[in-house]
Structures are given as C-alpha cells and as structure tokens.
C-alpha cells in the first residue's frame, strides 16, 4: 500500500491556510517512512517542515483507491538525496476514503440555528451524522424546519487534542424525516461552505473513525 514512488498529499493539521504540499514516498520501514522534501501544491516550491510538525497526509493507490493517516515529522537524513523522516502510525490506522461522497459518521455535535431568509425561531440541535458535505441534526420536539430552505448554522467541534473549532454555515434544509416518537431529522446540505472548513470537518470525520476503530478492537 505505501511503498517507494507513491505520491503523498500533505496538510498541516493545524494550517489555517490549508496550505498543502507534495512529495514521494522514497524508503517504508515498519514504524516510519521517508520522503523527499515537499513541494508546494500550487506554486512548487520546496518546503522546510519542523521536526515535530503534525501533519494529516492523504494518497491514492495504482488501483485508485484512496487513504489517509496521521504523521509526525520526526527528523532528517541524507543519502543520495534530502529526506524527512515521518512516522507511520501501522496500517490499522490508515483508513480508506470513500471518494464517490463524503466519509459521514454518527457523531453528537452541539449546532446552533438561526434564520437565514425564514422568520425560524432560533434554537440548539444536535446532530445525529456529520459529513464533509452536510449533516443531519435531531430537532427538538415541537420544532420545524422549512424544506428547501436555507438556515444558518453553528457547529461546535471539539479534537482529542483540546482544540475546539466553531463553524458558521449557511446551510439548506434538504428534507424532513419522521422518526421514533415525534421525533423529526433535519438533513442539511452546507452551502458556501470554504475549503478550510471543509478540511476542518473531514479531520474531525477522520479522528472519529479512528475512535470508533479502538472501541471495536
């Protein structure tokens, strides 16, 4: 799976630019891998990373099947060419992306509701599933929401490593399902969402998956 020439995809977990960089996988050992140094992806200039950097990397396999882990630059070395060091966290750890739509997982997140071009109360929610591309929340009894239209929407995210990041979205109400006992799920769609915000949400879908991984071992 990763192996000497396979291009990598590389995003600093906490870049607020989500600049991202490019570089080839050059030697695999059992806990970490070596790569030539990163290039960056729209300008292709060569990058210098700190050791310690965390970093969230993503490629794709000859079969076109796509993967994503965590990484730590861990040093430097030269041989015949300039190499960083990364960590490789095993391949339990590596987990595939579903590249035909967003990777969705059940998560409880705390959303706030605001009218956007409806006369909505304003209200607090919680999700039942998140995803890059939307989610849908469990409304309150006694509240509705006007299909097809749009809302405004506050997420509060919060990372195993103590950082909490607030989204403010302009969401469109795709449809209204019924459920339980008077119960009603709200399936949003993020509209004008920005690629950091997507970033953002995909890492949070991402370290997810990996706590579901240790419950199920």
Partial sequence: MLKPGVVLTLQLRNDERVEKYRCKVQEVKEKEFYVDYPSHYMNGKTTYILNGTQLFISFVTEEGIAYTFDSEVLGRSKQKIPMIQLSFPGYERVVKIQRRQYVRVESTLDV???????????????????????????????????????ILTTFVLH??????????????????????????????QFDSINENERQIISRYCFEQQLLLRKTQV
């Fill in 112 to 150: 706030s509701v605001h009218p956007f071009s409806t006369s909505i109360v304003p209200f607090i929610a919680v999700t039942h599933d998140v995803s890059a591309g939307g989610a849908a929340l469990v409304l309150p009894n006694g509240v509705a929401l006007p299909e097809k239209e749009y």
């Fill in 159 to 188: 990372f195993s490593n103590g950082d909490i990041h607030y989204l403010k979205l302009k969401s469109k109400v795709i449809r209204l399902v019924s459920f339980g006992e008077k119960r009603v799920r709200a399936s949003l």
